[in-house]
Structure formats: C-alpha cells, structure tokens
C-alpha cells in the first residue's frame, strides 16, 4: 500500500487538494485519516466526495506526538480494509509540527494569503517536504508569488513547489502523477519521522494552570533579558 502525507499551517487549503487530487486518480482506492486537534469538519466534504475518511483529535496533547503514535495503525487500518493508497492529513498548527516520514512523499501545503515572510516562519514541516503546494495565487499578484516561491526556496531548496488551485483543480494533475509514483510499503514499523518531534515534558504538559518558578518542573527553556 501507498501512503502520502499531506501537512501544512490550517486553513492553507489542504483538503480542498487533496480532494482535486483524488479525482486525478481514479484507478486506486483511496482511504484519508484526518489528524487534527480539537474539532473539524473536513470529514463532511471527504464524505460528500465519497471517500472514506477516518477523523482524529488530539485533544490536549501535542498534535506530532499524536500523529506518530497512531500513524502504525491508521497504515494497518487502511491495509487490512483493502485499500491501496492511504493520504495523512495533519494541521501544523504550532509551525514546529514534523509529521514527515523517511522513504514516504511529504507534501506541504501553504497558502499566498498567510504573509510572504511566512515561508521562514515554517520549521520542519516546510523545510523537510519533498513537494511544496501553493495555494491561493490567484488572489494575489504576480510579484508577490514571485517573492513567496523565493522564501520558499530559501527555507527548502530542493523541494517542487508546485502551484495549485484547491477550487478549481488547476495544478492537481501534476501533482498526481508526481505522488502516484511512490513505492508501497507493508508496514510502517521501523521506520523513522525525517526529524525529531517537538521535546518538553513540562508540569503544564500535565495539567498544571498556576504562573511561577515555584510550579514548574521538567523541560523548560528561560529566555535572557538585559
């Protein structure tokens, strides 16, 4: 089985993609887990399109950590319903978000609205995607995609960068036939995330509320003042 995963900042437009880039490939039998953090309501358009759609929530717990501990048996769900080409879908919402796996397609999704320095405000989920999804370029000028694609680049040079139209479909078949070449995999055991996921173990990790050095325990970074 197949498995590409699809990640980026919300509301950058990436199941509005991933669904154009569905109908690109007719010939594989596609399932989508959705991991997100406290609600969504994507899983209403996957079903809308007939694609089956698992949704999950992270809740209070970091959005990487509960993507890596459950990716295994998303993959061996999918594979055992006899599916033959798994898509993740995971939010990015705190921009150090790292839900790329070594030997699988990383796409990342990024919006022309978000900011043209936004690109350098992106940690691994930019910087360690093989292909970079731009949406929304129709809504702005030509120059500022011109600036947004260099920040890009400057971030992950050795990306694709691809622009595509989530409404209209524009630029799905291309990225379609980029992702459909990938190898199938039996099982994801073994396998590493392309970098670490984001490390504190902290006493408001665990459900600690009240502000002071007397209330805080395990990782914590000071920051320095003159």
Known sequence: MKL????GPPSSGKTSVILQMIKELPRHKIAVVKFDCLTSSDQEQYQSAGVTVVVGYAGKLCPDHFFVTNVQDAFDWAKEKGFDLLI?????????????????????VIDNLSGINTPRKLGP??????IVVVTKGDVVSQAEREVFAYNIRLVNPRASILQVNGITGQGTFLLAK???????LDTLSGTQLRFTTPSSVCAYCTGERRIGMEFQMGMNKPMEFD
């Open 178 to 184: 980029r992702l459909e070449i990938t190898r199938d």
């Open 125 to 130: 989920v930019l910087r360690l995607a093989d």
């Open 88 to 108: 993740t879908e995971s939010a990015g919402l705190c921009n150090r978000c790292s839900p790329h796996i070594q030997g699988v397609p990383a796409v990342c």
């Open 4 to 7: 590409i995963t699809f990640s």
